[in-house]
């Protein structure tokens, strides 16, 4: 994993390209980007491992990001694919703070990633930028949960 | 309608269930000229007749193409079918996709499992006349890698660049590199113009019902969204009523409808 050194004012531009961070402060905007930095990966290159600290929370500006999870007998099974506009991790916000699955990259990605314990400090300190981050959060939660609950339906079996 | 018989001059098989079959008419047979959309009544000797959708353009010799699926009595006869049998035809029956209404407009193509079929001549006919149309998309969902239809084809159309081609596949194994996860999270990376976009939508039922639901969240109108519909069909001109579908016939009111023209009976369980 490549971090890459960049001025800030480039993160800013890169998250306002995102429909995610639309609408957002652009106070509370430059206080994510403040401590935020770019992340370059090539495919099958890790971005998570499971079980280690979710110290970060990542924005996939462009490419593609399977989540996986090791399944004894059967190896990586990739759970979902994510691509640009999509977060990765929210571990970093649910105790114990620990990832549950494999994030890799499929093809090669560009991020953001923002340190988990710089936004938990900013969320708690400021509520108006923590109310923006989460109810942008949440958004992506449950349309995720949603798909997830799709999968289980398993469309495919019920053609007849 | 008497079934004229087609003999079967090819047999493709497409995954372990699926198969696609290419059918050539007796010598002074009337003309089959199929839209995109419709379908033709198949009859196996002894067996019985379904209703399988047209999937591709008709060829200049009358040739007819039916990607079938196995999934009961007759469709199991017909996946085993060999080159040289014979094979019942009536049809073609039912309302086509409005091909003729898609000038200028962006079209995005949304599909899973077998539902391709009767989308492939829409695409076919998108490829053949690529001017005419804004930007084109094409996402199509399969239960796993396996099951993806029409694999060269897809590959093709993505390399082309003429259309956008994403598919994406329930379960992955090892050896997977592509999109994993329901076909409808590719409506919204997908790009269109939500002003000028006309969305065609097939497979099951309940992946229509989430389809309609992403397309519409992308600020889609329903009446710019087509869909595919099944039932069980039998006569396929509108006597017998085994397919109707509220105060409609498949067979002759569909397959292919305006979704606002049947919003209200979508709501209604176990119709």
Same mark, same amino acid.
């Given at each position: 994993m490549t971090q890459i050194p960049t001025s800030k004012p480039s993160i800013v531009d890169t998250l306002r390209k995102?429909? +995610?961070?639309?609408?957002?402060s652009p106070d509370c905007l430059e206080a994510f980007a403040a401590t935020a930095h770019h992340v370059s990966l090539q495919p099958r290159e890790v971005l998570i491992q499971e079980? *280690?600290? *979710?110290?970060e929370f990542l924005l996939i500006d462009s490419g593609r990001i399977a989540i996986e999870i090791f399944v004894q007998g059967r190896g990586h099974v990739s759970i979902e694919t994510l691509g640009p506009g999509e977060l990765v991790g929210w571990?970093?916000? +649910?105790?114990?703070?620990?990832?549950?699955f494999d994030a890799i990259a499929v093809t090669p990605s560009d991020l953001i990633a923002f340190p988990a314990a710089a936004a938990r400090e900013l969320l708690a300190s400021n509520h108006e930028c923590g109310y923006g981050l989460l109810s942008r959060f949440l958004p992506q939660i449950v349309q995720r949960l949603r798909a997830t609950r799709m999968q289980l339906l398993d469309f495919y079996t019920l053609e007849q | 309608m008497s079934p004229v018989w087609y003999r079967v001059h090819r047999v493709r098989r497409e995954t372990h269930d699926v198969v696609t079959l290419e059918l050539t008419p007796p010598e002074g047979a009337p003309p089959c000229s199929p839209e995109p959309g419709q379908f033709n009544m198949l009859y196996v000797f002894g067996t019985g007749e379904v209703p399988i959708s047209i999937s591709s353009l008709p060829s200049d010799r009358g040739e007819l193409v039916h990607t079938v699926r196995g999934v009961g009595a007759v469709t199991n006869k017909l996946i085993a079918l060999q080159r040289g049998d014979v094979v019942g035809v009536r049809g073609p029956f039912g309302r086509p996709w /409005?091909?003729?209404?898609?000038?200028?407009r962006d079209v995005v193509v949304v599909t899973g499992g077998i539902g391709l079929a009767p989308l492939r001549p829409v695409l076919q006919h998108l490829l053949a006349?690529? #001017? =005419? &149309?804004?930007h084109v998309s094409l996402l199509y969902g399969a239960?796993? /890698?396996?099951?993806?239809?029409y694999r060269n084809e897809l590959l093709a159309w993505r390399d082309s660049r003429e259309i956008d081609v994403e598919w994406t596949v329930d379960r992955s194994s090892g050896v997977w590199n592509g999109n994993v996860g329901v076909?409808?999270?590719l409506i919204s990376r997908a790009t269109f113009d939500p002003e000028r976009v006309t969305a065609f939508v097939c497979g099951p039922e309940i992946m229509i019902k989430y389809a309609i639901e992403a397309l519409r969240n992308r600020?889609?109108? =329903?009446?710019n969204c087509y869909v595919s519909m099944e039932r069980n069909m #039998?006569?396929?001109?509108? &006597?017998?009523?085994?397919?109707?579908?509220g105060p409609t016939f498949m067979c002759k009111d569909g397959p292919?409808?305006?979704f606002d023209h049947i919003e209200p009976l979508f709501q209604i369980r176990e119709l």
């Open positions: 995102h429909q +995610v961070f639309e609408g957002i079980g *280690a600290p *979710a110290e571990s970093w916000l +649910v105790e114990p703070h620990r990832w549950h | /409005p091909v003729g209404e898609l000038r200028g006349h690529r #001017k =005419t &149309f804004g239960r796993t /890698p396996y099951d993806l239809l076909v409808t999270r600020g889609m109108a =329903t009446s #039998k006569c396929a001109v509108g &006597f017998c009523g085994h397919c109707q579908y292919v409808f305006r």
